[in-house]
């Protein structure tokens, strides 16, 4: 008796090991770059959670965007709000799958030790701007969120000649808070996490006065995806406990 039950028990666990396995699917990823050092950590543990595994493609949220609009196929995207509200309405991403999982606001960095420029006001963040060796941030024309609203900001203060010389951009995939660490520059502009992820980076504080922005993401799942319900269990996920905690300790804030 004793051997035929241990014989079904471990049928049992067999069987359902082949049927987790055999639910397993591979997730293509479209992922924007601002939310990458989160979804490393994030990844592993819906990985494990879920037997799913997760195939990446990282740029900006706008490239991607653009990548999807032109025909490319993915599972999920994981982009920001208005990325995937213009897809939505072009039929793009499947209505219903859709969810806004945390937010971030564009912040004001410098090297950890280095002295704090002065952005009490815009018009002291602009002098502090025109004083700095070198500034930072994303290039607008590879679409990111904060290098295009950085650049408006800029325009918008009119200071974008006296500007030019001593603006500078990480490399493509970068994070504008490196140029901090190895001297090419003073002062960065990105969101507040993103600064954060780069270790030897401290947060001055947020864009002041009506510069303040905040930046939404949102992720859905693709139309034609073909691990549809995969991609809904992600998007699911990062809503979820063990993802949210991940994103506040990440300097994110609750969406």
């Known amino acids: 008796m004793g051997r035929t039950i241990g014989r079904i028990a471990a049928t049992a666990v067999l069987l359902l090991t082949q049927a987790s396995f055999a639910a397993a699917a591979e997730i293509k990823v479209f992922s924007t770059v601002g939310l990458k050092s989160a979804l490393e950590e994030i990844v592993p543990k819906f990985e494990k959670a879920s037997g799913h595994k997760l195939n990446i493609t990282w740029s900006t949220a706008a490239l991607l965007a653009k990548r999807v609009q032109a025909g490319e196929q ?7 709000k208005g ?39 815009p018009e002291a963040f602009k002098k502090s701007l025109l004083a700095a060796k070198a500034v930072s941030y994303t290039d607008p ?10 650049a408006k900001q800029i325009d918008k203060m009119g200071i974008t000649e006296q500007m030019k010389d001593k603006t500078k951009h990480p490399p493509s995939g970068g994070l504008s808070g490196s140029l901090l660490i190895n001297g090419e520059a003073d002062i960065a502009i990105n969101s507040k996490p993103e600064l954060l992820s780069v270790p030897g980076v401290e947060v001055v504080g947020p864009l002041p006065g009506d510069m303040a922005f905040t930046v939404i993401y949102d992720a859905g799942v693709q139309t034609g995806a073909a691990q549809a319900d995969a991609a809904k269990a992600l998007v699911n996920y990062l809503k979820s406990p063990e993802a949210q905690a991940v994103f506040k300790a990440m300097g994110y804030d609750p969406a």
């Open 141 to 150: 024309a590879a679409g990111g969120a904060s290098g295009v609203y950085t």
């Open 74 to 80: 993915a599972d999920a995207l994981i982009l920001i």
């Open 83 to 121: 990325n995937i509200d213009a897809l939505l309405k072009e039929g793009k991403v499947m209505p219903g799958t859709d969810a806004i999982f945390t937010q971030s606001i564009f912040a004001v960095g410098v090297k950890a030790g280095a002295p704090k420029p002065d952005i009490s006001t």
